[in-house]
């Protein structure tokens, strides 16, 4: 008896391991294209949103728009004596104000322990200073009669000093207050910035061309206090016709506030401190 016998490869019961095979192999894929589809989408929604969770567990979403999409809300600029101004509120906190000195008080504290500022003119000298300077000439001190000379009222420097010793220099000063703060501050240095010097040296120098090649013998910070001081006697001097205080004026009462030393021919006798008349 004759018939055809049909002979196929992958048949029988091997057809249905390969089967499950194939569809094991079709669903890992699946699960890894659905997970890549997870972290995707997971990564899109960072893009556009994020979820900060806060203590109260309560979620706030902050959309985050286009580079080009900004909007002006205020103008901030810097100033070296009082630094950022114009800062929203918000942001002030976040900036601590500037300690005028690392002692609860600007006297009295030697000039590297308090927080410099440079001048105008490039001196680089304790920033309290240069705002006592700032207002003085904003309001016209350089003008006033006697500036320097005329001594103000105590009770009024207790106040002032107080408000100074926080960085902050009150409106509406008097300027012959203000003025003898200036040279209180001097006067009440640890060392006087001209204390470098011997009062031998000094009185060898007879013309002008020798004190300056003298005071070059003072270091960084005392020639920089020394320079500003000087800046500032000349620019009341400029005001003469209105102040009365011509050169010789101005550093008769100026130069005893920059020096703690003794002459030597009086300190048995108790005299006062050596006092430095440079007028030029």
Same mark, same amino acid.
């Given at each position: 008896?004759?018939?055809?016998?049909?002979?196929?490869?992958?048949?029988?019961?091997?057809?249905? =391991?390969?089967?499950?095979?194939?569809?094991?192999?079709?669903?890992?894929?699946?699960?890894?294209?659905?997970?890549?589809?997870?972290?995707?989408?997971?990564?899109? =929604?960072?893009?556009?949103?994020?979820?900060?969770?806060?203590?109260?567990?309560?979620?706030?979403?902050?959309?985050?728009?286009?580079?080009?999409?900004?909007?002006?809300?205020?103008?901030?600029?810097?100033?070296?004596?009082?630094?950022?101004?114009?800062?929203?509120?918000?942001?002030?906190?976040?900036?601590?104000?500037?300690?005028?000195?690392?002692?609860?008080?600007?006297?009295?504290?030697?000039?590297?322990?308090?927080?410099?500022?440079?001048?105008?003119?490039?001196?680089?000298?304790?920033?309290?200073?240069?705002?006592?300077?700032?207002?003085?000439?904003?309001?016209?001190?350089? =003008?006033?009669?006697?500036?320097?000379?005329?001594?103000?009222?105590?009770?009024?420097?207790?106040?002032?000093?107080?408000?100074?010793?926080?960085?902050?220099?009150?409106?509406?000063?008097?300027?012959?207050?203000?003025?003898?703060?200036?040279?209180?501050?001097?006067?009440?240095?640890?060392?006087?910035?001209?204390?470098?010097?011997?009062?031998?040296?000094?009185?060898?120098?007879?013309?002008?061309?020798?004190?300056?090649?003298?005071?070059?013998?003072? =270091?960084?910070?005392?020639?920089?206090?020394?320079?500003?001081?000087?800046?500032?006697?000349?620019?009341?001097?400029?005001?003469?016709?209105?102040?009365?205080?011509?050169?010789?004026?101005?550093?008769?009462?100026?130069?005893?506030?920059?020096?703690?030393?003794?002459?030597?021919?009086?300190?048995?006798?108790?005299?006062?401190?050596?006092?430095?008349?440079?007028?030029?």
């Amino acid at each position: 008896m004759a018939g055809l016998v049909m002979v196929t490869r992958g048949g029988g019961c091997g057809n249905g =391991k390969n089967s499950s095979k194939a569809a094991a192999a079709e669903m890992q894929n699946q699960q890894q294209l659905s997970l890549v589809d997870f972290i995707l989408a997971a990564l899109r =929604k960072s893009m556009v949103s994020c979820r900060v969770d806060r203590q109260e567990d309560v979620v706030s979403t902050v959309e985050i728009g286009w580079p080009t999409n900004v909007q002006h809300l205020t103008h901030v600029t810097f100033d070296r004596f009082h630094g950022f101004l114009g800062l929203p509120l918000e942001f002030q906190v976040e900036i601590p104000c500037r300690v005028p000195s690392a002692s609860v008080s600007v006297f009295g504290v030697s000039a590297e322990s308090m927080q410099c500022s440079y001048d105008t003119r490039g001196n680089s000298v304790p920033t309290i200073l240069l705002l006592m300077q700032e207002r003085l000439y904003s309001q016209n001190g350089l =003008k006033a009669e006697g500036i320097f000379r005329i001594n103000p009222e105590n009770s009024q420097e207790e106040h002032v000093r107080d408000q100074l010793n926080r960085g902050i220099v009150p409106e509406d000063i008097d300027v012959h207050c203000l003025a003898g703060l200036i040279k209180a501050w001097f006067r009440e240095l640890p060392s006087g910035v001209l204390d470098g010097l011997s009062p031998e040296q000094v009185l060898q120098c007879n013309t002008e061309e020798e004190f300056v090649e003298l005071v070059k013998q003072l =270091k960084p910070t005392e020639t920089a206090l020394l320079n500003w001081a000087i800046d500032l006697m000349a620019d009341v001097v400029e005001q003469e016709e209105s102040n009365k205080m011509n050169a010789r004026n101005i550093a008769m009462v100026f130069a005893p506030n920059m020096t703690q030393m003794s002459d030597p021919d009086a300190v048995h006798s108790g005299d006062g401190p050596v006092v430095y008349v440079i007028c030029g």
